[in-house]
């Protein structure tokens, strides 16, 4: 049995926002170590949703990232030679990566703009739970539901 992990190293806050959230997003948005390019990205994205009148830029990206985060996901799970998808609850921190994960990879498959343009506009389409980031939460919480029977293979 695998032994909990508990010794998460505190982030650093980044310097624009002193906000932890901002600075792991940076993280996942960074590609082959290019984090002034990262960095660069996700605050001009913030910067064009801030624009867009009166909003707080960072409100309105921890909204975004609260209607992405799954609550349920099927796991698999195998039980007497047969595989079941048995719904389960998604941990926290689970939640926040895929919540960042399926946005930026909703960014990157549009096309024809810019990496912050593609950015900000999958943020502002997640805060009104639109875009394809919503559609890949729905998929999930969709899966689980019709599983829910599998649910007592629980572990």
Partial sequence: M?????NKHPRRPDSEYNSEAIS??????????????????VYDALTIISKG?????LETFETAIRNVSPL???????????????????????RVSLAY?????????RKGKPMAQKLADEI??????EGSAIKKKDDMHRMADSNKAFAHFAW
Avoid: C
């Avoid at 009148?53 to 830029?57: F, W, Y």
């Fill in 24 to 41: 792991r997003f940076i993280n996942t948005v960074m590609l082959d170590g290019k984090k002034d390019t990262a960095r660069k990205v």
């Fill in 124 to 129: 502002m389409l997640a805060v009104n739970n």
């Fill in 101 to 109: 994960r399926w946005l930026i990879n909703a960014a990157r498959a």
């Fill in 2 to 6: 695998r032994h909990p992990l508990n």
């Fill in 72 to 94: 349920m996901e099927v796991r698999s799970r195998r039980v007497g030679g047969a595989n079941y998808q048995v719904p389960r609850e998604v941990p926290q921190q689970r």
């Fill in 53 to 57: 009148g009166e909003v707080d830029a």
